[in-house]
């Protein structure tokens, strides 16, 4: 079996409009919902967890997300502080015998079922497959406002999510962090910390994370293309 868990418990004061960031509309729909359309899509994916604000919690029932038509949520579960201790919430929710879990963030609403799908079969041999895409830019490490040298971007990758896991790996790995105190950037390097052989995928330049009003509107671009396909 193979469970998503998406995390939405952004604030969204970046964004402005006073609402949780998984409120915000794009066409009419909030962006959980776009999100969570996409896990639906997915043939991979058998049943969804999503971590709401926990004031949300009551507003953004398991039910009601089946009312819009998200007929894979399992549950939803009150975030943590952090997306790292939401992430540990929702694993503590799954049932032993689960083989895989897949882990995106809500405010990605631009995923597509077909890229979800490319992580969710994590080969033999490795311990999880991520998303990413190459940099483009030019990288510089600096110290005081001064450049201290180039990286070398031929070996960087701009890391997305979805990111899968075989979900005991992934528990083993987020209660060693918690029990260490250790914070990371993402899942991956949770596993990695302890070892992990993690396998990247290409990503999509669209599958972008909402954080700033242009992000909104990029969004809000995309899905237009994209119906008017």
């Known amino acids: 079996m ?14 402005g409009g006073g609402v949780p960031k998984l409120e915000v509309e794009v066409l009419g729909r909030p962006l959980l919902i776009h999100t969570l359309e996409a896990f639906q899509l997915a043939g991979s994916i058998e049943q969804i967890i999503v971590t709401v604000p926990p004031e949300r919690l009551a507003h953004w029932t398991a039910a009601r997300l089946r009312q819009e038509g998200i007929d894979k949520a399992m549950a939803t579960v009150a975030g943590g502080a952090t997306r790292q201790e939401s992430v540990y919430l929702a694993l503590e929710e799954i049932p032993h015998g689960v083989g895989t879990v897949v882990v995106h963030d809500g405010a990605r609403p631009l995923v597509t079922p077909e890229l979800i799908d490319a992580v969710s079969v994590v080969p033999g041999g490795v311990d999880g497959v991520i998303t990413a895409v190459a940099v483009s830019d030019t990288v510089k490490e600096v110290e005081s406002g001064l450049v201290m040298g180039t990286v ?56 972008i994370k909402v954080t700033f009003p242009e992000d909104l509107e990029r969004a809000r671009s995309i899905l237009i293309a994209r119906r008017g396909q």
């Open 2 to 15: 193979v469970i998503g868990i998406v995390t939405a418990g952004g604030s969204g004061r970046r964004l």
């Open 152 to 207: 070398d971007r031929e070996r960087l990758i701009a890391v997305q999510t979805p990111q899968a896991f075989p979900l005991e790996v992934l528990r083993k790995a987020h209660r060693r962090a918690l029990k260490d105190r250790f914070r990371g950037t993402d899942d991956a390097i949770l596993v990695e910390r302890l070892g992990g052989k993690v396998m990247v995928v290409e990503g999509s330049r669209e599958n």
